[in-house]
């Protein structure tokens, strides 16, 4: 079983390769397709990542796909199954475990992610259905007074007991405590604030006799906060991550592989390649993109039928260049 969770561990993090993160929940994809003005009925939810899915060559990039609780029990119109497509072309299936960020009781302004109940059974209903990979994201704010201490360590907790139920279930957990980029606050914030919640994360993980070796970080990057005045430069972003990254995350970890967070496409691909430029590192650092890697398709899919192959093609081009930075290996 163990061996099992480190050969899926690694191979999500091959060389070149990074993770697609499709498991957009009802509101959240609803609000993606809002924004081309489209409905979100199911047949759009499953023409969409069809779309994304048959697109030519990009298990050349892409080694797993976070798919959403509809999407794995989901049917093309050719009633073949969508996470047997992607398994056919050797893409591993994933699926998001958490039931979302929810307000923290007696913490305003704070979250705690929910879905640890009744999970055991869960889990393995999804292996069956195929999926060897797993996510549950823990999100933190940054505000005046925030995060709290209390509100990092419950979710720390739950992340940790997540994750050890998923290698019991023979699961490869996907870690994500995600510091959210929204707010005025400046890169050393942000640093400061990832650094506390990754040791914390990692404590928990070691109490919780999780196997380093069988699991992935999705961190975010170190970054300043969307509307701070002077924006931190992508060497500093990159240079600030990596530092932070070393200090918290043991080198058992087989690979870290971030979120984009509300980056722009281009953005997010250069910050990971700088990364992979600086070099010496006891990681994989690769993506686990949701927005940065969709957003160009989405715009140019629009939910129509013959818009497919130019969708696919402007998808698996943002692939490619997420892959190539993954290897250190991008120029714009
Ligand atoms: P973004 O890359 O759009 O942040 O999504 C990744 C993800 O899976 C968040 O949980």
Redesign the pocket.
């Given at each position: 079983m163990s061996q099992e969770l480190v050969t899926v561990a690694n191979a999500l993090v091959a060389r070149g390769k990074g993770i697609l993160?499709a498991?957009e929940s009802f509101p959240t994809i609803a609000k993606r397709f809002k924004s081309i003005g489209l409905e979100s009925t199911e047949e759009y939810r499953r023409d969409y990542r069809h779309m994304l899915f048959t697109a030519p060559d990009f298990s050349q990039y892409v080694s797993g796909v976070?798919l959403f609780d509809e999407t794995l029990r989901q049917k093309a119109a050719d009633g073949k199954r969508l996470a047997d497509i992607l398994a056919d072309q050797g893409v591993i299936p994933g699926i998001k475990v958490d039931a979302g960020a929810k307000p923290l009781a007696g913490f305003e302004g704070e979250t705690v992610t929910e879905g640890l109940d009744g999970l055991r059974g869960r889990l393995a209903e999804y292996r069956e259905l195929g999926a060897k990979f797993a996510?549950w994201?823990a999100v933190i704010n940054i505000g005046e007074g925030l995060p709290t201490r209390f509100a990092l360590e419950a979710n720390a907790h739950a992340l940790a007991r997540y994750a050890a139920l998923c290698q019991e279930a023979g699961i490869v957990p996907i870690v994500?405590p995600?510091v959210l980029m929204d707010g005025n606050h400046d890169l050393a914030r942000c640093q400061a604030v990832t650094e506390e919640i990754l040791v914390l994360v990692f404590a928990q993980l070691k109490a919780h006799n999780v196997l380093l070796e069988g699991m992935l970080l999705?961190p975010n990057m170190v970054i300043s906060g969307k509307g701070a005045a002077d924006r931190a430069g992508a060497e500093e972003v990159a240079k600030e991550t990596v530092a932070t990254l070393k200090r918290c995350v043991p080198s058992a970890v087989p690979g870290i592989v971030f979120?984009?967070?509300?980056q722009s496409s281009v953005e997010?691909t250069e910050h990971l390649d700088l990364m992979n430029k600086l070099g010496d590192l006891p990681w994989a650092l690769s993506f686990?993109?949701?927005?940065?890697l969709q957003e160009d398709a989405l715009k140019a899919w629009q939910g129509q039928s013959g818009n497919v192959a130019t969708a696919q093609a402007v998808f698996r081009h943002r692939a490619k260049m997420n892959g190539v930075a993954a290897t250190g290996g991008y120029s714009s």
């Open positions: 993160a498991d976070i996510k994201r994500e995600e999705k979120l984009s967070g509300g997010a686990s993109y949701g927005r940065a």
